[in-house]
């Protein structure tokens, strides 16, 4: 179980509950996506883009209406998510699920995707260094990798994170705030995410989001479809190394 997954179990705050309070949340995360949408305009028809962390299937369902061209697939670990998810791209072709976890072997083909994105889903993985050379692995040469997640460095972010276990210590507890901070938290700073990404081979600079937000641009190098340096971490290298 995930904190946004069917509940955040440690707080007692039920799925329902969290989406609930969203409707801000969803309209910036639409802003967001509309950022995201604007990457993928060098996409042909028919390019492939997988979101890891498909939650609600929100930011999967704005991004395949905005691209009806494409192809999605999106990729959870909790089945009650996908469950989520389903109702919200269920009746769009062109928008596959599955269940998977971003932290293993992603169960694609080596180079099967022009797009990569992913949005507040790092922060709930522990093994982060497997999942960008996974990444790696599923984009084409010089493939595009969109990571939207929170950033501790933002002035709201630290303003937010100081005030908050007051306002909980005075009573104030409120399920929107709860899972920004919880998400806040087990957040990576910023040059640890950046040394992940140069690792897995990856160029790009992050830039601020909305609100608390950090969005990463990348570019998969040269570097990681050379023969030496593919996918360091996956169990028979050889399998991955480009035909
Ligand atoms: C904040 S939500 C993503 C929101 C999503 N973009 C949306 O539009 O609803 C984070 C998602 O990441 C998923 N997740 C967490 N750890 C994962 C993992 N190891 N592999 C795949 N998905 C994971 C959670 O189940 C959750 O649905």
Redesign the pocket.
């Known amino acids: 179980m995930?904190?946004?997954?069917g509940s955040m179990p440690e707080e007692g705050i039920s799925y329902e509950d969290f989406w609930r309070h969203q409707t801000g949340r969803r309209r910036a995360?639409q802003k967001t996506i509309d950022g995201v949408a604007e990457k993928l305009a060098r996409l042909a028809p028919s390019d492939r883009v997988l979101?890891?962390?498909?939650?609600?299937?929100?930011?999967?369902r704005h991004l395949a209406e905005k691209r009806p061209d494409l192809r999605f697939v999106g990729?959870?670990?909790?089945p009650k998510?996908l469950t989520?998810?389903r109702r919200n791209v269920g009746n769009l072709a062109h928008v596959e699920l599955c269940l998977?976890?971003?932290?293993e072997r992603l169960p694609f083909a080596d180079r099967s995707f022009q797009a990569v994105f992913?949005?507040?889903?790092f922060h709930?993985?522990d093994d982060l260094r497997r999942?960008a050379a996974e990444i790696a692995r599923v984009l084409v040469p010089h493939g595009l990798l969109v990571v939207i997640d929170l950033d501790r460095r933002r002035p709201v972010s630290r303003v937010f994170g100081a005030c908050y276990p007051l306002l909980r210590a005075a009573g104030v507890r409120r399920p929107i705030l709860e899972a920004a901070y919880i998400?806040l938290r087990r957040t990576r700073p910023r040059d640890e995410l950046r040394q992940l990404f140069a690792d897995a081979g990856f160029v790009g600079s992050p830039q601020p989001g909305r609100r608390m937000d950090l969005i990463w641009t990348l570019r998969k190098t040269p570097r990681v479809f050379s023969e030496q340096s593919f996918c360091p971490v996956c169990p028979s290298p050889a399998t991955s190394r480009p035909k």
């Open positions: 995930t904190p946004y997954g995360v979101e890891i962390g498909a939650g609600t299937g929100h930011a999967l990729l959870d670990n909790d998510m989520y998810a998977a976890d971003g932290r992913s949005e507040h889903t709930h993985m999942t998400s």
